[in-house]
T-cell receptor
Framework: SQKIEQNSEALNIQEGKTATLTCNYT??????LQWYRQDPGRGPVFLLL?????KEKRKERLKVTFDTTLKQSLFHITASQPADSATYLC???????????FGTGTRLQVTL | DTGVSQNPRHKITKRGQNVTFRCDPI?????LYWYRQTLGQGPEFLTY????????KSRLLSDRFSAERPKGSFSTLEIQRTEQGDSAMYLC???????????????FGAGSRLTVL
């Protein structure tokens, strides 16, 4: 069956450092992969997407890589700030108008 | 347009009662999704609509769950004979196709939290 795995343990890092979150998947051939941010009690908010034929995407302090051979995406936040503390979800989609399947999310805590 | 709106935000009910949640999507979005999320887990797909047509429904969804989108605008999710295991956050999202990538980008509402006693 399809499986999307994110590190269930919280990631604690110091302000100013780079946070790296991992998303691994099995039994899936996604057309694209997306990252969302979720704050407590709120719905997820879209951050970035990367297509299967792209290796890397950047947006301000965010960078996403996508390795379809390893079936893995890495999500980096550089110069992290306490305001970046949240749960980050990866999501995979097989095509244009279909559902997204989400991972379990990784909670990031950035401390001063 | 203020985004995706969900009501009520919180619902506490007794086991066996019926509950209904409403979702008002972004007006330009023709696709609408319902997800369920429990603590520490990612959103779990329930069903989705393109305009008024329900195109997919999760096999995990029991007969007690029904969703409608009568005119291709707002949607309702009804849970009949609620059970304690139905306690969760019910998230609605609407989507458009990203022009650059052709990908389906979701805009979520704040969710409706259900507690079944």
């Amino acid at each position: 069956s399809q499986k999307i795995e994110q590190n269930s343990e919280a990631l604690n890092i110091q302000e100013g450092k780079t946070a790296t979150l991992t998303c691994n998947y099995t039994n899936y051939s996604p057309a694209y992969l997306q990252w969302y941010r979720q704050d407590p009690g709120r719905g997820p908010v879209f951050l970035l997407l990367i297509r299967e034929n792209e290796k890397e995407k950047r947006k301000e302090r965010l960078k996403v890589t996508f390795d379809t051979t390893l079936k893995q995406s890495l999500f980096h936040i550089t110069a992290s700030q306490p305001a970046d503390s949240a749960t980050y979800l990866c999501a995979l989609g097989p095509g244009t108008a279909s559902k997204l399947t989400f991972g379990t999310g990784t909670r990031l805590q950035v401390t001063l | 347009d203020t985004g995706v709106s969900q009501n009520p935000r919180h619902k506490i009910t007794k086991r066996g009662q019926n509950v209904t949640f409403r979702c008002d999507p972004i007006s330009e979005h023709n696709r609408l999704y319902w997800y369920r999320q429990t603590l520490g887990q990612g959103p779990e797909f329930l069903t989705y609509f393109q305009n008024e047509a329900q195109l997919e429904k999760s096999r995990l969804l029991s007969d007690r769950f029904s969703a409608e989108r009568p005119k291709g605008s707002f949607s309702t999710l009804e849970i009949q004979r609620t059970e304690q295991g139905d306690s969760a956050m019910y998230l609605c999202a609407s989507s458009h196709t990203n022009r650059d990538s052709g990908a389906n980008v979701l805009t979520f509402g704040a969710g409706s939290r259900l507690t079944v006693l």
